[in-house]
Structure formats: C-alpha cells, structure tokens
C-alpha cells in the first residue's frame, strides 16, 4: 500500500469502498426515479467536485449536471449557521427532479439552507444526496442517499479540504489534529 501523507491519520473511507458504494447508490437512484424522465444534479461546490463526477458517471439514467455554491459561518460553534449562497445554478428548476449532492453533511446548515432555497424554485421533487454524513447533535436534515456515517473528525479527500489540500485524494481520511492546530 502507498503510504499515507504524514498529514493524515488513518484512511476512513477507501478508495474501493467509495466506488462500491456510488455504484450501490446509482443503482438506487435509477430505481428510484424509473417513472422521471430526467435528473437534475446539482453539486455543492468546491467539495462536491469529485463525487458528483463519478456518480454522474455511474448513472445511466438521463441527468442534466448543474453546480451551487455557498458559505457558511459560525458552522462549528453555538451560533447558528448563516448560509449564503456565493454561486447559483445555470438551469430553472420548475417541474425538474433535482437531487442536492453534497460531500459532507456536518451540522446540516448548508444541506437544511439548500433544501428552504430550492424548494421555493418549484421542482417536481427535492431530494438530498451525500458522500459523507458525521455523526454527532445536530439539526435533522433528510439525507435521502448517503455513502457512509463517519465519526466527527476532520476528514479530507475525495473533493474535502483542510484550506484547500488534500482534495484530490482518492480515499477519505482522517486529518491528524496537529496538522489543523
Ligand atoms: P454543515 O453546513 O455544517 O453541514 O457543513 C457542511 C460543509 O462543511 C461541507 O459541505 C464541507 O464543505 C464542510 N465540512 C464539514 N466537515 C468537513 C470535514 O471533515 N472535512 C472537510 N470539509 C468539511
Ligand atoms: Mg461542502
């Protein structure tokens, strides 16, 4: 096995493990939406990048790829998240089946934010997708497709970030404290 930047803690997600999962995942999604004559799949970017492409990739059903962007404050302490959207879609949602894919939920701030915004757009359906979802106390927000419960540490690759590195690991791992503090 290559090793491990000296960075990182321990792999959490594996490289095979996430291409195993979205193929499950698609597999569910095409099920799902038998009777739709298209998706709508809109990525939250930056971290979203990744998984988007290879789900995408893994659905055989009619899909249209679209992209959000938003920040987020005061997400990890008491204060209740303010969301702002920094980038919007491309495409009018009216009467489409959209699927929110996120890389990963945390506090559910950025994922309940996108749900109240797109919702007022009118599309035949709303559902929510994620990679990732932390397990911690936190607001319910519905993740219709998730890949995987992590513990709540901070985790890059495969789209996530710490400042900006690391996004282009193929497996999800777990970032050592020291590297963040
Ligand atoms: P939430 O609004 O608290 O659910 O935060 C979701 C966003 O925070 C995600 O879309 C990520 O961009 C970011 N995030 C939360 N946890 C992590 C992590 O462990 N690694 C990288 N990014 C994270
Ligand atoms: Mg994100």
């Known amino acids: 096995m290559r090793e491990l930047h000296p960075d990182l803690k321990q792999v ?3 490289e095979e493990d996430i291409q195993k999962r979205i193929k499950e995942m698609a597999a569910q999604i095409e099920k799902d939406y038998a009777n739709a004559e298209r998706i709508i799949l809109v990525g939250v970017l930056k971290g979203a990048f990744i998984f988007l492409a290879d789900l995408a990739r893994a659905l055989s059903k009619e899909h249209v790829v679209d992209f959000i962007a938003v920040s987020s404050y005061g997400k ?4 209740a998240g303010a969301v702002r959207m920094v980038l919007d879609m491309r495409e009018p949602i009216v009467n489409e089946h959209v699927i929110v894919v996120e890389d990963i939920v ?3 701030h950025t994922l309940d934010y996108l749900i109240h915004t797109l919702k007022g757009r009118q599309p035949a359906s709303l559902k929510t997708c994620a990679l990732i979802e932390k397990k911690r106390d936190k607001l319910t927000v519905p993740v219709d497709y998730l890949g995987f419960d992590i513990p709540d540490v901070w985790v890059v690759g495969y789209g996530l970030d710490y400042a900006e590195r690391y996004r282009t690991l ?8 020291e590297a963040y503090q």
Do not use: H, Q
Not at 76 to 79: C, E, I, L, P, R
Not at 170 to 177: D, G, H, I, Q, R
């Open 106 to 108: 945390d506090s559910g």
């Open 12 to 14: 959490i997600v594996s």
């Open 76 to 79: 990890s302490g008491s204060v």
């Open 170 to 177: 193929p497996f999800v791992a777990e970032l050592k404290p």
